[in-house]
């Protein structure tokens, strides 16, 4: 674990985050991503927060195993779980956790869907289907609507609890791209097939944060947020004047300075011996690929004290190689914190495109052995 270098999470700036995405949908419910951590941020911790502070009362995991520990360190939290990716209901010891634990799990094939319906001690429990409109990852087949109304009816029920499906691109315009305009209208008629079947439909959700941004889709009764709350817009940089999103990113990638030393150009730096691109100084911090802090990092830049830094050489597994020129030298001390990246959300989706990732990778990236700390605790 390291010791300086952490990840702080900004619990204000999260529960500002959820005001301003009310003020965008304020008649939806919100059922909030969480999963891979809370997209690195610690889901225990957020998913505490989210629920005591902010009243959230609906969260969505890939895993069972992610949902299981919800459950199981958050014990008196009344809310509701869903797991849409890993849900293996046909599995006996999964199909026990679902049912003892109240995790709804997302069905989204018609395999799962059958073993659903037909086993009795699913009966009761709510149904919730996503299909696919156009994703074309996991979802169930439009085309077999009318089979699965048929075998909804056969196994007794009369509604749905959650129907859902998924934007591919929502990062682009919700008008303009015919992918989005397209996968709402399969959805409206999808809704429309389940109704005039007399199949009630109780809650309905189709928008992830891009969509969110834009103000699509929020004719449904929720809504599913997942980077836009601890953040970054996930538009296309193209798209991002049409965005309504004004939040800040929740966390500071924290680290400091290990030491400090002047270089000349072309001077040999590190693993691989990398030239040195001028005379200047070489600050070397406290994050290596051991913490998600990649090789291919190389290159990108990141601003301190008002000089801007350069990744130089191979990033290590424990450390890495920030270039300054010689103006820097006076700002540059070992000991020091430095901050790869702040509460700035343009600075964070600029540095996401320099390191050629995108930002939910960037904040996944990042290894348990950086510490996420909380403010409010
Ligand atoms: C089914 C589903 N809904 C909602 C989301 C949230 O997406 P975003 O983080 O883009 O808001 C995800 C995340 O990938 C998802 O898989």
Known sequence: MRFR??????????????????????????????????????AVPIVRFSYSELGIKEFGTATLGEALQLRQEIPDGEFEIYVFSDIQIYLKECAEQYLNRRIIPVISNKEDLDYFLKNSEFK?????????????????????????ILDIKKSGRKSIYHLMSHFSSASLSMSKSKRNVQQLEKFDSLKNDFQSAGIDVERTSLSNSG???????????????????????????????????????????????????????????GYGATPCPDDGFVAIIALGYGDGFLTRFQGATIPYKGHLGKIVGRVNMDMAQVFFDKSAGEA?????????????????????????????????????RVPRTYNLD
């Not at 709510?126 to 089979?147: A, C, H, S, V, Y």
Request: proline share 6%.
């Open 124 to 148: 009761h429990f709510p149904l919730t289907l996503k299909f696919n409109t156009g994703m074309n990852r996991l979802g169930l087949d439009i085309d077999q609507t009318e089979e699965i």
């Open 5 to 42: 270098s952490r990840l702080f999470v900004d619990l204000s700036k999260f529960e500002s985050n959820f005001s301003l995405l009310k003020e965008i949908c304020p008649s939806n419910e919100v059922l909030f991503m969480v999963k891979a951590d809370a997209y690195g941020h610690g």
């Open 332 to 368: 540059l001390k070992a000991g020091e914190v430095f901050t790869v990246w702040d509460h700035n959300p343009e600075r964070f989706l600029d540095f996401a495109e320099q390191t050629g990732t995108i930002p939910y990778e960037l904040f996944c990236l990042l290894t348990s």
């Open 211 to 269: 969509a969110i941004e834009q103000k699509g889709g929020l004719s449904e009764t929720h809504v599913r947020p997942g980077l836009m709350m601890y953040g970054p817009s996930s538009l296309i940089k193209p798209e991002r004047p049409n965005s309504f999103w004004k939040g800040e990113i929740i966390s500071r990638l924290e680290t400091y300075i290990i030491r400090v030393f002047e270089v000349d150009r072309g001077m040999p730096l």
